[in-house]
């Protein structure tokens, strides 16, 4: 019973960090559409590119282990480095992010 409780308890924060996540996905992908990240220059081109592709990927990726999380196909236990990989690609694609937008506003 409380091992039961517990394991709810994991995978409902991991949906939520993983929800947040989506989240601030969408609003890293809205900042590189506005006006004041358009690229200047092709490599800055590439690199925005390069940018939205990583952040449609790790979204897509998102939704499928949201969805097989709440589904409960396979045990919290199954998903743990796959949602550890996805929160360290988050974090990477964040930075490049801000980077990205420091060095527009610099160009």
């Known amino acids: 019973m409380v091992l039961e409780q517990d394991t709810?308890?994991?995978r409902n924060n991991?949906?939520?960090?993983?929800?947040?996540?989506?989240?601030?996905?969408?609003?890293?992908?809205?900042?590189?559409?506005?006006?004041?990240?358009?690229?200047?220059t092709y490599s800055l081109f590439e690199r925005i590119e390069t940018l939205k592709t990583g952040l449609d990927r790790l979204s897509i990726s998102n939704r499928e282990i949201l969805q097989a999380l709440k589904e409960r196909k396979k045990s919290v236990g199954d998903h743990l480095e796959n949602i550890r990989q996805q929160l360290?690609?988050?974090h990477e694609l964040q930075q490049g992010v801000h980077d990205y937008v420091r060095g527009v506003r610099n160009v």
């Open 14 to 40: 991991l949906v939520l960090r993983l929800e947040r996540n989506q989240r601030e996905v969408g609003q890293l992908k809205n900042k590189l559409n506005s006006y004041v990240c358009e690229p200047k």
């Open 8 to 10: 709810y308890i994991e």
């Open 88 to 90: 360290s690609e988050f």
